[in-house]
């Protein structure tokens, strides 16, 4: 009992400094690509790039400087990919998060949110 005991609270440890080191990365700009993929490459699903986005902790930068962002395939990634494909299509600028603890096996960092501002004069 002692031994698991031990084990839960080393575990429960590092989870915790894991955490610790993430942190959310806000950013605004254009979307530059939207891409969907398959398991022939290291990553699979929709993705998109957005212009400027160039570091998010420890997401996953590729060979064009950018971090893509995936897209999760459930109903709330679904209608994040309808926001981002039509301020793509109308080319309007998005707002992005991304949260570097939430992320594939190879690093690639997931979409927490993707907005649009209207600006008022």
Known sequence: MKKLLTSIIVI????LCFNAFSDVYNATGKIKSILVTDQSIQVE????????????????VDDSGLVPILIK???????QYSMAFSSYMS???????????L???NN???LSWIGLNRSVD
Do not use: P, R
């Not at 429960?12 to 989870?15: E, F, R």
């Open 73 to 79: 395939n459930d109903d709330k990634g679904k209608e």
């Open 103 to 105: 992320h594939d096996v």
């Open 45 to 60: 699903g929709h993705f998109l790039l957005i212009a400027g986005l160039a570091k998010a902790g420890t997401c996953h």
């Open 91 to 101: 080319d309007k600028t998005v707002k992005v998060q991304v949260d570097d603890s």
């Open 12 to 15: 429960v440890t590092l989870g």
């Open 108 to 110: 690639y960092c997931y």
